[in-house]
């Protein structure tokens, strides 16, 4: 049986820290086999018959620790790359007008000091592409050499045969038993070499100058890796059946796009800035590339950059009209908090039976998630909509095909994960019960994710973070510190395993985020000080974390609050006010103009914010601020009065404090006018 209605809205001096942690499913891109291993030993002869020039990685040169300004992720000389320069993140907060000055730190000094305590500052370096060649064997090149020079410089062929009705020309050369030669439209397009015994892989790409390079894998319908291509050079190594380690032909292909997207694919370092590099890459080669722009949708959504992913997965979508595509476009809506577009690109989705259950399903968590964040904040719509996903990613997850496993079993965790904030942010009852079991089973299905398909350990992260989201929901109800300390740990785990500084200021992001969520429930549990370590660590690691991210409403709003959190732990205990309006200066720099659509609902809890700052400038006698603060706090909340966000009980507040404020002024008239307001609204 539901509770009766939960009314959240009872004013306090220091205003709300309250609901706004959207649940964000992230899609990993890589689903195919993570590691491989390429050992041998030394053979001769290879190196005479096949050239191929030397290729430096921009991104091996650069990586080094004392590296120059920073510069955006770009692949060149791939044209739609972005140029701009990330800001190097500030370390002084607007101080207020405070009148007499005070023997206290500078801000510039806190801040730096926060930033030693609480967070590394890490600037990302470009990974360029510069030289991609196409390899050669007896300067016969795929791609450009015709069939007259083949005849020229090889003669005529031993043998001919077809494949995929096209002619294969067939020749011994030198100590190569059999090279092949596929034509087409009296073109070489592929050169087979089949080599006389199996040779380790590691000897052939070092013979060739290639093994600097990272290969993608190639698999077959069954998903076995078969072979390996180095997309800078259109070589690939096909193995002998059974060992991933000795190849038995080497082909060479022209350069195409589809290694640089499988490779980025595959990329099991999660390093944004290779994958962008090769995905870009891959659209110089081919601008249609469609899974390229998808992907590279993906992983913008994921860093934040919103505004482009939206754009790319919508070029993805209206290319092939392909559901995977337009599912992505979907969950890049409400990343935009698109709400109702999201809702109706999935919702096609969801309804379509022929389409595969795991597509459908993380349909239902597009369509959940979207009804839980929205402007109506539907949490019985919400939990219907995951507890389906639910149910569809269950027919999978004993799948015997790894990767379908892998997908589903991840599904249900991040289903249970928005089950638990559905409890936690609805109206329920038994919440402090419910939700940890919601979570408990998440944890237990992420255990066989990781251990059955090697799953991506980054999920952990999720499961924290949720965790940590629900005990700032649920009013101080659960203990954050276990949560914070797991999270903490696992995130520096991850910081020490991946090279890429992108990577690291994603999660620096999901860290503050948590800090946040901690912070609050700490401070529901009474435990202040506490509260403001978490919330100052927080505010740091959102400016480094947040460098590259896209200056959003809701970015703007989530750090805004937790400025303001900080101001108010030194405002309410200590009173210490100077303090205090040093965050709420950041805090209202920070503060979009109108709220995201997602805290639509919270412009009441926003003017008791506003009235609250402007307690804490009265008292350092900043009064013009004081009253601008608590007026516009004022308006707000009667507009939530009007929409039936807070009762009119709730102005008093807001009233009494206008009109002390007016009367020590000496406006009289004024404040008679809201000393009667606030008798109004008793």
Known sequence: ??????????????????????????????????????????????????????????????VKSDLAPPIAVTAVPLGTAPTETPPTPTSTRPSANAGPVVDVESTAQEQTQATLRHGLQIEPVAVTITDVRVSTFQDIAPGTTSTDELSTRLGQPQATTTRNNKPVQIFQVGPFPRVEFLLDQEMVVEIAIHLSAPTPAKVISQQLDIARFIPAAQFDAAGEIVGTIYPERGVRFEFVNGNIDQVERIVLQPIEATPFVARAEQNDTYDYRLQLADLRYAQRLEPDNTKAIWLESILLQQMGKYGQSLALSQQAFEITKDPEFSLTYA?????????????????????????????????????????????????????????????????????????????????????????????????????????????????????????????????????????????????????????????????????????????????????????????????????????????????????????????????????????????????????????????????????????????????????????????????IGDSQRAVALTQTGMEQMEQAVQTGFLPPAAMAVAYRNLAAMHRELGNADTAATFTGKAEQAR
Not at 2 to 21: A, H, T, Y
Not at 23 to 37: E, Y
């Open 331 to 619: 969950e890049s809506l409400l990343a935009n908090e698109e709400y109702q577009q999201a809702s109706d690109k999935a919702g096609v989705i969801a309804a379509n039976q022929n389409l595969p259950p795991l597509l459908r399903a993380r349909a239902e968590i597009v369509l959940g998630n979207a009804a839980a964040s929205g402007p109506l904040r539907n949490f019985e719509r919400a939990i219907e909509h995951h507890l389906m996903a639910i149910r569809l990613a269950s027919q999978l997850e004993a799948s015997p095909e790894i990767s379908l496993r892998r997908a589903a079993l991840r599904i249900l965790v991040q289903a249970h994960l928005a089950c638990a904030l559905d409890v936690a942010r609805g109206n329920w009852q038994r919440k402090s019960d419910v939700v940890p079991k919601w979570l408990a089973s998440a944890r237990e299905i992420s255990v066989r994710y990781l251990q059955e398909t090697n799953g991506s350990p980054l999920i952990e992260l999720q499961i924290h973070d949720t965790a940590l989201a629900v005990a700032a929901e649920l009013d101080g109800l659960l203990d954050p510190t276990t949560s914070l300390q797991q999270m903490s740990g696992r995130c520096q785990t991850v910081m020490n395993q991946f090279d890429d500084a992108l990577h690291k200021q994603q999660i620096q992001w999901q860290l503050a985020a948590a800090l946040f969520n901690a912070a609050r429930a700490a401070r529901s549990r009474g435990d202040l000080a506490q509260a403001r370590e978490w919330g100052e660590r927080a505010t740091v690691l959102f400016q480094l974390g947040g460098a590259h991210r896209d200056p959003t409403p809701a970015r703007q709003y989530l750090q805004a609050r937790a400025h303001f959190l900080v101001g108010t732990l030194y405002a309410i205990p200590e009173n210490k006010h100077l303090q205090a309006t040093r965050w709420y200066e950041q805090a209202v720099q920070q503060f979009p103009e109108t709220l995201p659509p997602s805290a639509s609902h919270e412009i009441g809890i926003h003017g008791e914010r506003l009235v609250s700052m402007g307690i804490s400038f009265w008292a």
């Open 1 to 62: 049986m539901r509770s009766p209605i939960w009314e959240p809205f009872s004013l306090k001096f220091q205003g709300f820290e309250e609901n706004s942690m959207l649940l964000r499913v992230c899609q990993h891109v890589s689903t195919g086999p993570r590691t491989m291993s390429l050992v041998g030993y030394l053979s001769v002869g290879l190196s005479l018959f096949l050239s191929g020039p030397h290729l430096v990685w921009a991104w091996q040169q650069e």
